[in-house]
């Protein structure tokens, strides 16, 4: 079938331009057939085999949309009809480059109408709306008010994410506006809101089991004790997300009601001052916390603010197993202000480190030291560097020390910085038992491939 096919690519008229929409649907599933079953490399290409890979026909390899200012309305219109029936995950973002050339070209036009057109094709099929992701200009919470979002029927819809590049006015204000994009009939269950206003009247909190939000407006106590009261009727919530700090709350001022999350179990804090870690911690009861996402920002304060951030923690975490950290007020901070920190988390199992550049010498001394303390990360078995790059054979060997000790699984992902030590490193003792005793090793000289992509998801 697949040879009888291919004649027809040929068919082509040599003064047009060849399109997807071009080329017989038949070969195209010949073709997807073929790298999907393929025991060659091929089929293991990041992003693509995957996809690929979970697709039950041809038409669900059409489900994904990366749409941008320069999409082709006829393209995309073909690429839905491509689709057929099957659920749509579509990921709008204005203001970035494209995404994906194959839905893009070199045509421009005026953004807000774009997006206009970009929607008036998207609507007759919003019952095949799965995801809707919109990354873009403040025009976004204009233009979806207007009834392009906000009434349509979306049954299969249950994940939504918006963030804009600048907040709207109603962000700005105390109160948000009554206006809002949600309505009573959706089933939403993962939910990101980046600088954008809601009506928490007719936000899905029944349905929710992921929520990620950011930046509350910095006044309104109104707004966050709504919030507040709505999400702790919740049931099905577990995963909840702040990006960007909230100082007026984090400063105590009278009014503000405490968040009660019974039956949340994960917890992601991102960009906010150390210094109000303490309080946030206590301000949102968690009381099954198990996951906790750390991404601080330090101010002059330094080294001392993490040592008061640390004495003033609450006792323990009893129930956390897995502790994620993203920061970098941790490079320049002695040996003994580290150790205290992990001594707050005694169940915990896995512990994922992202440090960007390098991570200090102190503090795998912080890490291996434990070993000295039974009340210091006494069930630790998953480390995982991420984006760290190794730099000297005394790493290594305090790496080789580290899981010398209970832990059992190691996840290394090395940017491209480390890469020129490699071959004066690999025949040192210390890199020959890595490379025996790591589960997963993995190296880059090219861009940085994103872990998930790169096989380490199934590392924990």
Do not use: T, V
């Given at each position: 079938m697949f040879l009888q096919l291919c004649p027809r690519l040929f068919t082509y008229d040599p003064q047009s331009k060849p399109t997807i929409d071009s080329i017989p649907l038949?070969?195209?599933t010949e073709i997807w057939k073929l790298l999907r079953d393929s025991p060659s490399t091929l089929n293991r290409i990041p992003k693509v085999s995957r996809s690929w890979s979970r697709a039950k026909d041809i038409t669900t390899l059409w489900g994904t949309l990366w749409i941008t200012e320069t999409t082709d309305i006829q393209l995309l219109s073909t690429w839905i009809r491509r689709a057929g029936q099957s659920d749509l995950d579509i990921h709008i973002s204005f203001g970035r480059a494209a995404t994906d050339v194959h839905l893009s070209n070199s045509m421009g036009r005026d953004s807000p109408a774009k997006f206009v057109d970009i929607m008036d094709i998207l609507k007759p099929v919003s019952i095949n709306w799965r995801c809707l992701e919109l990354f873009g200009p403040h025009y976004f919470d204009v233009l979806l008010k207007s009834d392009l979002v906000s009434t349509l029927p979306v049954p299969r819809l249950t994940h939504f994410s918006i963030k804009l590049d600048e907040p709207p006015l109603s962000l700005q204000s105390a109160e948000p506006s009554t206006d809002s994009i949600f309505h009573s009939n959706l089933y939403l269950t993962t939910v990101h809101i980046l600088g954008y206003p809601v009506d928490w009247d007719f936000f899905p909190f029944r349905t929710i089991t992921t929520l990620t939000l950011g930046p509350f407006p910095a006044t309104s106590v109104l707004h966050w004790n709504t919030f507040a009261q709505a999400i702790a009727e919740s049931p099905n919530l577990v995963s909840i997300g702040f990006v960007a700090a909230l100082p007026s709350i984090a400063a105590g001022?009278?009014?503000y009601l405490r968040l009660d999350l019974?039956?949340?179990?994960?917890l992601s804090l991102r960009f906010v001052p150390v210094d109000e870690l303490t309080h946030l911690l206590e301000f949102l009861h968690i009381p099954q916390l198990e996951s906790l996402t750390l991404c601080l920002v330090s101010s002059i304060g330094g080294d001392q603010e993490l040592v008061h951030c640390v004495n003033s923690l609450p006792i323990s975490?009893?129930?956390?197993t897995t502790l994620s950290i993203?920061?970098?007020i941790l490079l320049d901070t002695p040996q003994q202000a580290i150790s205290p920190f992990f001594t707050h988390f005694s169940q915990l199992t896995t512990l994922r480190l992202n440090f960007g550049p390098g991570l200090p010498i102190s503090f795998w001394h912080a890490l291996v030291s434990r070993a000295n303390?039974?009340?210091?990360?006494?069930r630790l078995q998953n480390l995982a560097f991420i984006d760290t790059p190794l730099l000297s054979v005394q790493e290594l060997v305090l790496l080789r020390e580290m899981a010398g000790q209970p832990v059992c699984e190691l996840s290394l992902h090395f940017s491209n910085s480390f890469f020129g030590d490699f071959h004066s490193l690999r025949s040192s003792s210390s890199m020959t038992w890595l490379t025996d005793h790591t589960r997963w090793f993995f190296l880059t000289e090219g861009d940085r491939v994103p872990w998930v992509q790169a096989g380490f998801e199934r590392t924990f």
């Open positions: 038949e070969l195209l001022p009278a009014g019974p039956a949340a179990k994960n975490f009893p129930n956390i993203e920061s970098i303390d039974p009340n210091a990360l006494p």
